[in-house]
């Protein structure tokens, strides 16, 4: 009895491995762009892993789906295309530079850039109130740095 | 009855941190010493009354009281004790609990820590740090209550999700939670600071150790939550850039930035509303933290205990604090006057750049994190962003920062020269060079990843290394040795934290350029080569363990000569309580190279499904981070804090027996 409940707990329990050996493609250059690929779709019934790291039956689905593509002579972006085109672009884990994506991907350096900025009128004005030296701005500098103040 | 005991405790902490808001702060304003010495005993009570209620919590999860609802959703009569007591925390309301509980600590040290501080500094920081507290329990209280009681107590309870039934993350919480709620020591002396409208050196040796046990506490918390997911998830990942894990960063590279800056201040008496700033943001990204993972706004591996109806309150209560402190920073950081002068190139130029780094990336990351919730608001898009973004977006800040790092930590305050900065960094340069060149033709495939994180972790190490040789001071080696002891420990503390950051840079590059995976269908006795390994299954076979079944295989790895290099047992184990699998890798650690080894099911046509990894470099990861969190220490126990304040001391032994 005890023998048929451990049985049956073994069968109950779903895969414990993300790409299964019968996934695998037999050519390894394919094999491996179908793992690039799989690293870059989300599986949508997951909490934000990847169709390669994920358990589900939905991304093992995707997995195969992708290989198939592979196999029948796609293109990577093709592949990606393909499915986007199914899923939407939720499954792009890294987004698209397009549309409002832009302040996405353009803060950081934006910010970057404005912070470094506003530093250097902070260390130009910390430095030089030493008073007038070596280090004194030219008068070109000094408008400038009037303006960037606001004065 | 205990359970209701917690419950009165628990209001009654409630009513006393209302007393330790509004009397030391009134106090303060009117210069009423009786009144502002009040905060005291209060800090001293309120942590009491919480301590005794999260007791009382602890004691019904120890003893199985299933008439208590918390513990009938989170624990099982058959869970090993420490997983008992971890269920505590490993839950919504008991994790608030831990929250409030921490928070209280905190203030109870200041209160017994901080005689040496300004009287109505002392009662304005105690007294923010009561509202905090009130904001909390009042949170806890009305929507959170971990003592509510079931009318039917069922037989037994649902326990807790077996992912979490381990060793690493039983205690990955509470050093997080120390870290979160340590950060709010610098905000309430940050905001205590804005009311008195004095920012200054006496200050900054105050707010800098909390910081730096903060740091420390979330270093060691990141580090234990990361080598979980890699032991335990199952294929070795160490960091996913999931909302939960970004939570816990965004603190960390603030906490970083503001430590950095408060040495600013201390030593220099600039950078004083910057530090201010930072500070308020630091605790502000713990509270965003608390609020991504409390609510569920956006939902993740982590998120266990989610509850949409909570969010709006942790929203009110980050609302009220983050945006109240900056509204009082708009009107007084004007007040703050800085002394220093300093140069364009210098020390002080140079923690500037680190600060830039630090709170940029960081800001990456928070926009990264809830870009998915603002497109759907604002667009109407449903898109996600997953690791390939933040791996392009944050890693050139790290690049730059890990260039940037030795010149700034050999540059000298006020005015440094570039070109007398670059000779003593000579041979840590023609180091990185070297290391990274034996990486390029050491390795098999040709990536550019691999040799350049190592480029730059040698000459971190390096840096690090001529960072320490040049504090000796001049003359021959034997007397430069016999200097070393006198070092003071903050200088040993900053190149150990410094090289720490060189091991984990050279850890995660190494691991992601150069794993190794081989999946395959594995037959009994049938060996199967992965690399310079010979692996082979000998026995699979069913065993149960304590609250659960499993499939444990029999795996033994020989290395080119047949020599056995490990005998791994990697397992397949079924929770039947929540019908849950879980795969425990069995992993072979080493130096150079982690053998990681799964089992997976069985397979129709005989054999079982198994994956073998080969993981080089994955250890340096944590040691790296325990070697920056023992750099912090160091730091910590330097003098000058063990003059200034003996309570950091205390906070950092308590993280010593964890490691």
């Known amino acids: 009895m005890k023998r048929l409940i451990l049985a049956l707990m073994i069968l109950a329990a779903s895969p414990a491995l993300a790409v299964n050996p019968d996934e695998v493609l037999d050519n390894p250059a394919l094999e491996a762009r179908a793992r690039d690929i799989s690293a870059g779709l989300r599986c949508v019934v997951c909490q934000g892993e990847n169709i390669d790291e994920s358990n589900a039956d939905i991304a093992r689905d995707l997995r195969l789906l992708v290989r198939e593509r592979l196999v029948a002579g796609d293109t990577n972006e093709e592949v990606v295309d393909f499915i986007v085109e199914r899923y939407g672009e939720y499954v792009l884990m890294k987004p698209t530079t397009g549309g409002a994506n832009i302040l996405l991907w353009g803060a950081g350096p934006a910010l970057f850039i404005l912070a470094a900025l506003g530093a250097m009128v902070y260390l130009r004005r910390r430095s030089t109130s030493t008073g007038p ?14 303006e960037l103040l606001g004065k | 009855m205990i359970a209701e005991l917690g419950h009165v405790a628990l209001v009654l902490a409630f009513g006393v941190a209302i007393v330790q808001m509004v009397v030391p702060f009134v106090g303060a304003q009117k210069g009423w010493s009786g009144w502002m010495a009040m905060a005291v005993p209060a800090a001293s009570l309120q942590f009491l009354l919480i301590a005794a209620a999260f007791a009382a919590l602890t004691y019904s999860f120890v003893t199985s009281d299933f008439s208590v609802r918390l513990v009938t959703l989170n624990s099982h009569s058959a869970k090993p004790m420490l997983y008992k007591v971890s269920g505590v925390w490993g839950n919504h309301e008991g994790s608030m609990l831990l929250w409030v509980l921490i928070v209280a600590l905190f203030g109870a040290m200041a209160s017994w820590f901080g005689s040496g501080l300004p009287p109505r500094l002392k009662a304005l920081a105690l007294s923010v740090q009561a509202a905090i507290g009130v904001a909390f329990l009042a949170f806890i209280l009305f929507t959170s209550n971990p003592f509510l009681r079931l009318a039917q107590p069922p037989f037994d309870g649902q326990a807790l999700n077996p992912l979490l039934q381990d060793p690493g993350l039983a205690f990955h919480p509470p050093f997080l939670y120390l870290g979160y709620v340590g950060l709010s020591m610098a905000f309430s002396f940050a905001v205590a600071a804005l009311i008195e409208g004095r920012v200054d050196a006496a200050w900054a040796r105050w707010v800098r150790p909390w910081t730096l046990a903060a740091w420390i506490f979330l270093t060691i918390g990141i580090a234990l939550g990361s080598w979980w997911a890699y032991y335990e998830l199952g294929w070795g990942g160490f960091w996913f850039w999931d909302p939960v894990e970004n939570a816990s960063f965004m603190p960390w590279l603030f906490a970083a930035a503001l430590l950095h800056s408060a040495i600013v201040v201390e030593k220099r008496e600039a950078l004083k509303s910057w530090t201010i700033l930072l500070a308020i943001l630091a605790f502000g990204f713990s509270l965003i933290g608390t609020f991504l993972v409390r609510s569920g706004v956006i939902t993740s591996v982590h998120a266990f205990a989610n509850d949409p109806e909570r969010g709006v ?38 923690l500037v750049f680190n600060n830039i780094l630090l709170a940029v990336s960081s800001i990456v990351v928070f926009i990264g994190t809830i870009w998915p919730l603002v497109a759907e608001m604002f667009f109407d898009r449903k ?18 920062l890990a260039i940037a790092l030795p010149f700034g930590a050999l540059m000298p305050w006020k005015r440094a020269k570039i070109g007398r900065l670059m000779r003593p960094l000579v041979p840590a340069l023609v180091l990185a060079v070297l290391v990274a060149l034996l990486a390029w033709t050491m390795q098999t495939e040709r990536t550019i990843l691999g040799p350049v994180g190592f480029l730059l972790g040698a000459w971190l190490v390096g840096g690090a290394a001529t960072d320490l040789w040049s504090r000796l001071g001049r003359g021959p080696i034997g007397g430069r040795l ?14 150990t934290a410094h090289a720490g950051l060189g091991v984990v840079f050279m850890g995660i590059s190494g691991l992601m350029a150069w794993q190794i995976e081989d ?26 363990g304590p609250n659960y079944l499993t499939t444990v295989a029999d795996i033994t790895v020989r290395g080119e000569d047949g020599n056995v290099i490990a005998l791994l047992q990697p397992e397949k184990r079924v929770y039947p309580v929540q019908a849950m699998p879980t795969t425990e890798a069995a992993i072979h650690n080493g130096f150079w190279r982690d053998i990681y080894v799964v089992i997976g099911d069985k397979q129709d046509g005989g054999g079982y499904a198994v994956r073998t990894f080969i993981k080089p470099f994955a250890n340096w990861i944590w040691a790296g981070s325990l070697i920056m969190a023992l750099g912090g220490l160091l730091s910590l126990s330097d003098r000058r804090y063990r003059v200034a304040a003996g309570a950091t001391r205390r906070t950092a032994v308590r993280g010593v027996p964890a490691e």
């Open chain 2, 482 to 495: 016999g200097r070393m002891v006198r070092l003071p420990r903050a200088d040993w503390g900053r190149v």
């Open chain 2, 519 to 544: 999946i395959r269908v594995a037959q009994s006795a049938a060996p199967f080569e992965v690399a310079d390994l010979t692996v082979t299954m000998n026995e699979v076979r069913q065993e149960q």
């Open chain 2, 313 to 350: 309150f942790i929203l009110m209560i980050l609302g009220v604090f983050t945006g109240g402190a900056l509204t009082l920073y708009a009107f007084r950081a004007s007040t703050m006057e800085a002394k220093g002068v300093f140069g364009m190139v210098s020390r002080e130029s140079a």
């Open chain 1, 133 to 146: 030296g070596s280090d004194g701005l030219s008068k070109d500098e000094q408008a400038r740095l009037d």
């Open chain 2, 383 to 400: 898109l996600s962003v997953g690791a390939p973004f933040f791996e392009a977006a944050f890693t050139p800040f790290m690049v730059v």
